[in-house]
């Protein structure tokens, strides 16, 4: 019918990662309020990080 694993062989290495990101907000409904408390300078280079890290994921 099945086999009861122990607890480390049902938690994989991103299991706690998971836990803990579970009730945070999408990255993207955050953007607005952060860029909105940066200085300016600081949030057109948080912008082309993200636009960077971006064209490096879809290479």
Do not use: I, K, Y
Not at 6 to 13: A, I, M, Q
Not at 15 to 24: V, Y
Request: proline share 7%.
């Amino acid at each position: 019918e099945g086999e009861v694993l122990g607890l480390g062989r049902w938690f994989d290495d991103g299991s706690l990662c998971r836990w803990m990101l579970r009730n945070l907000p999408p990255a993207d409904a955050l953007l607005p309020d952060l860029l909105g408390a940066l200085p300016d300078h600081l949030a057109e280079a948080v912008l082309a990080g993200l636009v960077e890290a971006d064209a490096a994921t879809a290479a």
